[in-house]
């Protein structure tokens, strides 16, 4: 057998080291395309099939290691397109803003509110049922301690188990938002009536949410049985909140309210596990490429932690979004997120995270 050559350093290009990477990920070498059994595995670690995890019989990923193939590959028989901008520009935050958000709970004050907080829990025990997670779990590293009991071990968590949680996570994420836009577009059209800016918003934050999921799936590839988890989850999911948003749109924006509580309890708990060393894979590893563009992300602050910071500040922000859309007038009250104030001086809602509110705000305070 040929010996695999070893590629020095001025092959790769320190402008763009992550594509290269990328692309030996996938089955590309400097040397043009070669089989992938003569691939030698020199990606950073981080990026993985969700299949690499012994002992785990569920088949999240049906794909080899060395076979993953390129996710999003350039528009073909398009000569004249050299890229495709984002359709929403996003906001820039500043690092200080981003590391300023915390875990919130609004505690529930009617029969509607406890109601989005039941179905809420509902959907978190089904999700870290498939995900194989619990919050609250006091485990430690296999590594630090071998013995350590089955069901500690069940719970720990690690690089491959965060990607298929955050996969999951966010490709249900993404449907309230357009669920409520949807039926609000054809409120809109059937009333000959305006909305008063709720549906730029909530279809913005959709798109949020699925850029989030294109960027985790930038460093993994599902396999059968996890597509096949969120095809039905995605069905469930999309006509439950279908039917809810026509009798109730308040408790459905309560009910988001609470899920991105738990979003942001989720991505700081992984923070938490990155800065303590528990996630060493994702200690200096680069963000993905489609990343470092959708967020702006400056130079030297473009790691996966620096990464799980913006994922979750744009879950703090569709938490306070949904919880004050949960306190408004759902059929006359314009969205406060889009408005122009007569006292701009004020602190007010806006795009941003610099005047945010974990726990929304108050319809006497925007209204």
Known sequence: MNPVPRYSSNVLSSRRLSTNLSHTLYGWTPYGRRPVRSIRPAY??????????????????TTSKWSLKEYFEPPKDAP????????????????????????AHREPKDFSDRVALFMMRLLRWGMNTATGYQHGKEVVSATLDPKMSKENKRYTMNERKWLIR??????????????AGMLRHLHSLRRMKRDNGWIETLLEEAYNERMHLLTFLKMAEPGWFMRFIILGAQGVFFNSMFISYLISPRTCHRFVGYLEEEAVHTYSVCL????SGKLPRWQSLQAPDIAIRYW????????????????????????EVNHTL??????????????KYIDDKQPHPDKGIENI???????????
């Open 296 to 319: 702006n992300m400056p130079e030297g602050h473009r790691t996966i932690k620096d990464l799980l910071l913006y994922v979750r500040a744009d879950e703090a922000k569709h938490r």
């Open 166 to 179: 955050m996969v999951f996570l966010e490709s249900v994420a993404g449907v309230p938002g357009m669920v």
């Open 44 to 61: 950073p670690s981080g990026y993985l099939a969700l299949s690499q995890c012994s002992g785990n019989p569920r088949l999240f990923s």
């Open 357 to 367: 509110r974990s726990l929304g705000w108050e319809r006497k305070e925007v209204i």
């Open 80 to 103: 004249h397109i050299r890229t495709t901008e984002p359709a929403w520009k996003h906001p820039i935050y500043s690092e200080q803003a981003m590391r300023s958000i915390h875990v």
């Open 272 to 275: 938490e596990d990155i800065e």
């Open 326 to 339: 949960g306190n408004l007038s759902q059929n006359s009250d314009p969205n406060p997120f889009v408005s």
